[in-house]
C-alpha cells in the first residue's frame, strides 16, 4: 500500500505540470445494456461502467480484460500467463463482479446476445478481442430481469463495432512485439456507401510464454454487415471467430506434459431493428458453437494420456424486445427469449476406433419480462420489472426489480436497487464427470445497492454501497458415506462493500481517473480481492501521448489459506511519427513483483513491448 500511494503521488505531481485550460465533462452517457434501448444513464437503477473504443485501447492491449478490470470497481479475472486464459483443467480467466462470477454467474453478450460455453456455461475470455469492439459496458450486480440466468453477478456487454456514418472507407492497423517472443497484429476497417454499411477485421497473437510449456497461438476473425432498409428499419448479421491453442504448463511444483488445447468458438446472428420517436426494438436469432480438443496432460513419470478429450457445443436462439413509450415521461418495454442450448463430449482415443461418450444432452429456457420506467418529477424516476424464466430441468423462476433514481440538473444523482438473481446450474454440473448431480436447484441471491454520482465540468465521481445475499451455491462436496464427491446446493453466503471512481480532466490534453472497491465476505472467494485499487494518469498531446497506471490489490484468496498482494505500475509512450502513424512502446509490471492470481501461476515480471498503429 505504501508503495502504490508513493507512486501515486509521485505520478500526479508530474503529470499535473500541463497548463490548465477550460474543458468540460459530458453530462449525459447513453447506455443500452441496462434497458435495451438507448437511454441517459441518470434514468436506471443499475449501476453500469461504460468504457470506450479509445480508453480500451490507450494502453495498446489486444485483449477486452485488461482495460475493464482496471477501469471497473469491484470487478477482477485472474489469469495464468502473459496472454491467453485457456479453458479446461487449471484454465484462468474466472471473472468477478462483487466476488460473484465463478462457473456461470456473469454473463457476457457480444451486442446483446449471450456468449458462453453451451455445455459447461461458463464465458470464454480468449475470445473477447479489442479489434472488433467499439465500447463495453459493464453491469455491477444482478442483471437478470433482462438477460435471465448467468447473470446473477452482473453483465459485461461488448459492443462491437459499426460502419461510420458517411460513405467511404476507414482501416485501422497495429502490430507489435515483445518479451518471450510474443508477437501481435490486429486490422479492422468500416466501410459504408449509401444504405450499405460493413466493419471486417482479423487478429493474430502468439507468445513462447514464460514458462516451458506455456505457449499461446490464436487467429480471430469478424465481419458485420448492415443495410439501411429505411430511415426506421436497419438489417444486420454478423459472425465471430477464433481459434486459439495453448500449452498448459500446470501449477509450479506440480508441472503438467503434454497438456494442449485447440479451442474454435464461433458467433453468428441476424438481426432486424426498428428506431421511431417514441418505440425501439429490435429480433435477433443467433448461434454459437465450440468445439474443443484437450489432452490434460500428465506429470511428470506418470503415463501419458491415451485419448482427447472433445466437445462440440453451442447455443442457439432468439431474442426480440420492443420499446414503447406509453405516455409522457414513459418506457416501457417488452421482451421475449428463447434459447436451446447443450452439446457432446467425448473422449476420442489415439487407437482411432474406440470412442467414449462423456455426455449429449441439450436444454432450453425461454422468457417474457416487461421492464416499466416512469419519470414520476422533473427529478425523480422508478423502475419496476418482473421476469418469468422456465428452464426445461430447473422449472419456472420469477424475477422482480425494482429500483429509484432521482438527478437533479447539477448532475447530482442517487440510485436505489433492489434485484433478485438466479442461476441454473449447467449440463457439467447435473450431468458430466464424477460429481455431477441431475437434482441440482438453482442458485439464488437477493441484491441491495445505494449508488450515488456527481458531474462537475472537469470532475465526476461516484460512490457504491452493496449488499448481497445468496442462497443455494452449488459446491463439490463429500458424499456423507465418505465414497466419493457430488455437486450439491449446500452454501449461502454474504457479500457487502463499497466502491468509489473519480475522473479528473484538466485539460484536453490531462486526465486523472482512480478508483477503489471494498468486498467484505463471510466465505473465502477465489480469485475476487478484497481491496482494489486504480490509478491512471494520462497525456495526449498533438504528437506525443503517454498513459500511467497504478494498480494495488491486497486480500486476493488463492486458495489454501493463501492471499496474494501486489503493486502493478505499467507506462507506455506513443509519438506520431506521421499523420496516420503512430509508434509506441510500453512496459508492465515494471517493479517485477513476483505474483500470482491463480494458484501454481506465478505471472512473469517486468515485460517490454513495442509496435506501431496505422489509421488510412
Given at each position: 500500500?505504501?508503495?502504490?500511494?508513493?507512486?501515486?503521488?509521485?505520478?500526479?505531481?508530474?503529470?499535473?505540470?500541463?497548463?490548465?485550460?477550460?474543458?468540460?465533462?459530458?453530462?449525459s452517457?447513453?447506455?443500452?445494456?441496462?434497458?435495451?434501448?438507448?437511454?441517459?444513464?441518470?434514468?436506471?437503477?443499475?449501476?453500469?461502467?461504460?468504457?470506450?473504443?479509445?480508453?480500451?485501447?490507450?494502453?495498446?492491449?489486444f485483449?477486452?480484460l485488461?482495460?475493464?478490470?482496471?477501469?471497473?470497481?469491484?470487478?477482477?479475472?485472474?489469469?495464468?500467463?502473459?496472454?491467453g486464459?485457456?479453458?479446461?483443467?487449471?484454465?484462468?480467466?474466472?471473472?468477478?463482479?462483487?466476488?460473484?462470477g465463478?462457473?456461470?454467474?456473469?454473463?457476457?453478450?457480444?451486442?446483446?446476445?449471450?456468449?458462453f460455453?453451451?455445455?459447461?456455461?461458463?464465458?470464454?475470455?480468449?475470445?473477447?478481442?479489442?479489434?472488433?469492439?467499439?465500447?463495453?459496458?459493464?453491469?455491477?450486480?444482478?442483471?437478470?430481469?433482462?438477460?435471465?440466468?448467468?447473470?446473477?453477478?452482473?453483465?459485461?456487454?461488448?459492443?462491437?463495432?459499426?460502419?461510420?456514418?458517411t460513405?467511404?472507407?476507414?482501416?485501422?492497423?497495429?502490430?507489435?512485439g515483445?518479451?518471450?517472443?510474443?508477437?501481435?497484429?490486429?486490422?479492422?476497417?468500416?466501410?459504408?456507401?449509401?444504405?450499405?454499411?460493413?466493419?471486417?477485421?482479423?487478429?493474430?497473437?502468439?507468445?513462447?510464454?514464460?514458462?516451458?510449456?506455456?505457449?499461446?497461438?490464436?487467429?480471430?476473425?469478424?465481419?458485420?454487415?448492415?443495410?439501411?432498409?429505411?430511415?426506421?428499419?436497419?438489417?444486420?448479421?454478423?459472425?465471430?471467430?477464433?481459434n486459439?491453442?495453448?500449452?498448459?504448463?500446470?501449477?509450479?511444483?506440480?508441472?503438467?506434459?503434454?497438456?494442449?488445447?485447440?479451442?474454435?468458438?464461433?458467433?453468428?446472428?441476424?438481426?432486424?431493428?426498428?428506431?421511431?420517436?417514441?418505440?425501439s426494438?429490435?429480433?435477433?436469432?443467433?448461434y454459437?458453437?465450440?468445439?474443443?480438443?484437450?489432452?490434460?496432460?500428465?506429470?511428470?513419470?506418470?503415463?501419458?494420456?491415451?485419448?482427447?478429450?472433445?466437445?462440440?457445443?453451442?447455443?442457439?436462439?432468439?431474442?426480440?424486445?420492443?420499446?414503447v413509450?406509453?405516455?409522457?415521461?414513459?418506457?416501457?418495454?417488452?421482451?421475449f427469449?428463447?434459447?436451446?442450448?447443450?452439446?457432446?463430449?467425448?473422449?476420442?482415443?489415439?487407437?482411432?476406433?474406440?470412442?467414449?461418450?462423456?455426455?449429449?444432452?441439450?436444454?432450453?429456457?425461454?422468457?417474457?419480462?416487461?421492464?416499466?420506467?416512469?419519470?414520476?418529477?422533473?427529478?425523480?424516476?422508478?423502475?419496476?420489472?418482473?421476469?418469468?424464466?422456465?428452464?426445461?430441468?430447473?422449472?419456472?423462476?420469477?424475477?422482480?426489480?425494482?429500483?429509484?433514481?432521482?438527478?437533479?440538473?447539477?448532475?447530482?444523482?442517487?440510485?436505489?436497487?433492489?434485484?433478485?438473481?438466479?442461476?441454473n446450474?449447467?449440463?457439467r454440473?447435473?450431468?458430466?464427470?464424477?460429481?455431477?448431480?441431475?437434482?441440482?436447484?438453482?442458485?439464488?441471491?437477493?441484491?441491495?445497492?445505494?449508488?450515488?454520482?456527481?458531474?462537475?465540468?472537469?470532475?465526476?465521481?461516484?460512490?457504491?454501497?452493496?449488499?448481497?445475499?445468496?442462497?443455494?451455491?452449488?459446491?463439490?462436496?463429500?458424499?456423507?458415506?465418505?465414497?466419493?464427491?457430488?455437486n450439491?446446493?449446500?452454501?449461502?453466503?454474504?457479500?457487502?462493500?463499497?466502491?468509489?471512481?473519480?475522473?479528473?480532466?484538466?485539460?484536453?490534453?490531462?486526465?486523472?481517473?482512480?478508483?477503489?472497491?471494498?468486498?467484505?465476505?463471510?466465505?473465502?472467494?477465489?480469485?475476487?480481492?478484497?481491496n482494489?485499487?486504480?490509478?491512471?494518469?494520462?497525456y495526449?498531446g498533438?504528437?506525443?501521448?503517454?498513459?500511467?497506471?497504478?494498480?494495488?490489490?491486497?486480500?486476493?484468496?488463492?486458495?489454501?489459506?493463501?492471499?496474494?498482494?501486489?503493486?502493478?505500475?505499467?507506462?507506455?509512450?506513443?509519438?506520431?511519427?506521421?499523420?496516420?502513424i503512430?509508434?509506441?512502446?510500453?512496459?508492465?509490471?515494471?517493479?517485477?513483483?513476483?505474483?500470482?492470481?491463480?494458484?501454481?501461476?506465478y505471472?512473469?515480471?517486468?515485460?517490454?513491448?513495442?509496435?506501431?498503429?496505422?489509421?488510412?
Amino acid at each position: 500500500m505504501k508503495t502504490f500511494f508513493s507512486i501515486l503521488a509521485l505520478g500526479a505531481l508530474t503529470l499535473s505540470a500541463g497548463a490548465q485550460t477550460d474543458t468540460t465533462i459530458q453530462h449525459s452517457e447513453v447506455v443500452v445494456t441496462g434497458t435495451r434501448n438507448s437511454v441517459d444513464v441518470r434514468y436506471l437503477p443499475l449501476t453500469v461502467t461504460q468504457i470506450s473504443n479509445a480508453e480500451l485501447e490507450k494502453n495498446y492491449d489486444f485483449s477486452v480484460l485488461p482495460a475493464i478490470i482496471e477501469q471497473t470497481p469491484g470487478l477482477f479475472a485472474t489469469s495464468r500467463g502473459i496472454i491467453g486464459y485457456g479453458v479446461s483443467t487449471n484454465a484462468a480467466g474466472s471473472i468477478k463482479v462483487r466476488g460473484v462470477g465463478s462457473m456461470a454467474q456473469l454473463l457476457v453478450l457480444i451486442d446483446g446476445q449471450p456468449q458462453f460455453a453451451g455445455l459447461m456455461g461458463h464465458p470464454i475470455p480468449d475470445a473477447y478481442q479489442n479489434f472488433s469492439t467499439e465500447k463495453v459496458e459493464i453491469i455491477r450486480g444482478a442483471s437478470c430481469l433482462l438477460y435471465g440466468s448467468n447473470a446473477m453477478g452482473g453483465v459485461i456487454n461488448i459492443v462491437t463495432k459499426d460502419a461510420q456514418k458517411t460513405d467511404g472507407a476507414q482501416t485501422d492497423f497495429q502490430i507489435s512485439g515483445g518479451s518471450y517472443g510474443t508477437f501481435q497484429a490486429q486490422a479492422s476497417g468500416k466501410f459504408r456507401r449509401g444504405k450499405f454499411s460493413s466493419t471486417l477485421g482479423v487478429s493474430y497473437q502468439t507468445t513462447d510464454g514464460h514458462r516451458p510449456n506455456s505457449g499461446f497461438e490464436q487467429l480471430s476473425d469478424f465481419i458485420k454487415v448492415g443495410y439501411d432498409i429505411s430511415d426506421h428499419w436497419t438489417a444486420n448479421a454478423d459472425i465471430n471467430l477464433t481459434n486459439f491453442q495453448f500449452s498448459n504448463p500446470g501449477p509450479e511444483g506440480a508441472e503438467i506434459y503434454d497438456s494442449d488445447a485447440d479451442i474454435i468458438r464461433g458467433l453468428a446472428s441476424v438481426s432486424l431493428t426498428n428506431n421511431y420517436a417514441k418505440t425501439s426494438g429490435t429480433v435477433r436469432v443467433f448461434y454459437d458453437w465450440g468445439n474443443h480438443e484437450i489432452n490434460d496432460g500428465h506429470l511428470l513419470n506418470a503415463p501419458e494420456k491415451t485419448y482427447l478429450y472433445e466437445h462440440r457445443d453451442f447455443i442457439g436462439g432468439i431474442n426480440a424486445y420492443q420499446s414503447v413509450s406509453l405516455f409522457q415521461g414513459n418506457r416501457t418495454t417488452f421482451g421475449f427469449d428463447y434459447q436451446n442450448f447443450g452439446g457432446k463430449a467425448w473422449n476420442d482415443f489415439f487407437d482411432g476406433h474406440s470412442q467414449d461418450i462423456v455426455k449429449e444432452k441439450n436444454q432450453n429456457e425461454i422468457a417474457g419480462y416487461v421492464d416499466f420506467r416512469q419519470e414520476l418529477t422533473s427529478w425523480f424516476s422508478a423502475d419496476l420489472g418482473v421476469r418469468v424464466d422456465n428452464h426445461s430441468q430447473s422449472g419456472t423462476f420469477v424475477v422482480p426489480q425494482f429500483g429509484l433514481s432521482f438527478y437533479s440538473q447539477k448532475d447530482d444523482n442517487v440510485k436505489l436497487l433492489f434485484s433478485k438473481g438466479f442461476r441454473n446450474p449447467t449440463i457439467r454440473e447435473m450431468y458430466m464427470f464424477p460429481p455431477q448431480n441431475d437434482e441440482l436447484k438453482p442458485e439464488e441471491t437477493m441484491n441491495y445497492e445505494i449508488s450515488y454520482s456527481k458531474k462537475i465540468r472537469h470532475f465526476q465521481f461516484e460512490a457504491n454501497v452493496f449488499y448481497i445475499k445468496g442462497d443455494n451455491m452449488i459446491l463439490t462436496v463429500m458424499k456423507p458415506e465418505g465414497k466419493g464427491k457430488i455437486n450439491k446446493n449446500v452454501e449461502d453466503f454474504e457479500n457487502s462493500g463499497f466502491e468509489l471512481g473519480a475522473k479528473y480532466f484538466l485539460n484536453p490534453a490531462w486526465n486523472f481517473a482512480l478508483n477503489y472497491s471494498f468486498l467484505n465476505s463471510n466465505k473465502d472467494i477465489e480469485g475476487a480481492p478484497k481491496n482494489k485499487i486504480y490509478f491512471s494518469a494520462g497525456y495526449s498531446g498533438e504528437k506525443f501521448s503517454s498513459n500511467l497506471t497504478v494498480e494495488n490489490i491486497s486480500g486476493l484468496y488463492i486458495g489454501e489459506n493463501e492471499e496474494e498482494n501486489y503493486t502493478l505500475v505499467n507506462l507506455n509512450f506513443g509519438y506520431q511519427v506521421l499523420k496516420n502513424i503512430k509508434v509506441f512502446v510500453k512496459g508492465e509490471n515494471l517493479l517485477a513483483q513476483k505474483y500470482q492470481t491463480y494458484a501454481g501461476f506465478y505471472m512473469p515480471k517486468a515485460t517490454f513491448f513495442g509496435g506501431v498503429k496505422m489509421t488510412f
